[in-house]
């Protein structure tokens, strides 16, 4: 069972919908036990990065979170859940989760239309499961105005050019983490999640 974590957020649907397509039991919950007791963990997100950590913080998700890292639980960041994973971000100058050194920081004024929506590709920095199989010319789909900055390069496994390179997937132990939205990225984010759903949190 996969536990989608839900906190009051739009997209979960989506998600719900990627998985059960790969034929994937799933939950979309708040429950502490559930998400403790899951197989895997998914937190995927649209929002904003404070609402975020006031919502999981108010239900005690905060330190589930850290609980199921901790217990070597395959977990999957998407999007915002990509971004609340590091210590801090630049929206409204958030404290986050502190999961992963770093910061969320906001794309600079450099003629590109933000937010960043659409469709791009990876450029692979090394090799994970999550991204086993994947066609170097797949793309995939991304919306968002801040982007992660790892402090440690080694967390980067691929990134993506949008006016600058920034990372797109993030990996470190049993936690993996993507800027784009595979359950909006057609058959090339199906193939991660599938990746994700087979992977035993070890790179």
Known sequence: M?????Y??????????ALKH???DCIITRDLDDILC????IF???GSAGKAMDTIISYGID???RDVVAMGIPFLGICLGTQIIFDESEEHDTRCLGIIRGKARKFPDMGEKIPHMGWNTLTVCREHPVLRDIDPDARFYFVH???PEPENKEDVVAVTRYGISFASVIARDNVAATQFHPEKSGRPGLAVL???IRWDGES
Do not use: M, T
């Not at 009051?8 to 919908?17: F, I, M, P, T």
């Not at 899951?38 to 963990?41: D, F, H, Q, S, T």
């Open 8 to 17: 009051q957020a739009g997209n979960l649907r989506s998600v719900e919908r």
């Open 63 to 65: 330190k589930v979170i």
């Open 22 to 24: 790969l034929g994937q």
């Open 38 to 41: 899951a197989e895997r963990v």
């Open 2 to 6: 996969i536990a989608i974590i839900d």
């Open 145 to 147: 105005s801040y982007y």
């Open 44 to 46: 995927p997100g649209v």
């Open 194 to 196: 599938e990746n994700f």
